[in-house]
């Protein structure tokens, strides 16, 4: 597994963004998968998390309603839409590939794949 993640960038309060983390070595099989953000000064949090078969998913409250997770297994492509963004949104945002589950994993310590982390800073 490599992940690679791209998407980030400058937007206003109130708009989106499509972060994406391909898997550049294929197929993400039956792994966990989650977002995790870090913003200045802060410790890294998850934001969103689903399990292989995207019954099981799991948002922070503070991103709840405005940011959705999903997965397209043919690209081998995970995806995190984000709307409403906020100015507390601005981070490093970082992609993670964990064990095969049908449950979200939430701790970093979980998950044994990172991207590169992309940057998402939104303006008041």
């Known amino acids: 597994v490599q992940l690679q993640a791209s998407g980030g960038g400058l937007v206003q309060a109130g708009g989106s963004l499509k972060l994406s983390c391909v898997n550049i070595?294929?197929?993400?099989?039956?792994?966990?998968l989650g977002w995790f953000r870090q913003a200045p000064g802060k410790e890294r949090e998850i934001v969103a998390a689903?399990?292989?078969?995207?019954?099981?998913?799991y948002y922070a409250d503070s991103v709840k309603g405005r940011f959705t997770i999903s997965r397209d297994m043919a690209k081998n492509t995970i995806y995190l839409h984000m709307n409403s963004l906020k100015p507390e949104d601005t981070a490093v945002y970082y992609c993670?590939?964990?064990?095969?589950?049908?449950?979200?994993?939430?701790?970093?310590?979980?998950?044994?794949?990172w991207g590169q982390g992309t940057q998402v800073t939104v303006s008041s």
């Open positions: 689903i399990g292989w078969n995207l019954l099981s998913s």
């Open positions: 070595e294929g197929s993400f099989g039956r792994s966990a």
């Open positions: 993670a590939a964990g064990p095969d589950s049908r449950k979200y994993k939430l701790r970093e310590s979980e998950y044994d794949y």
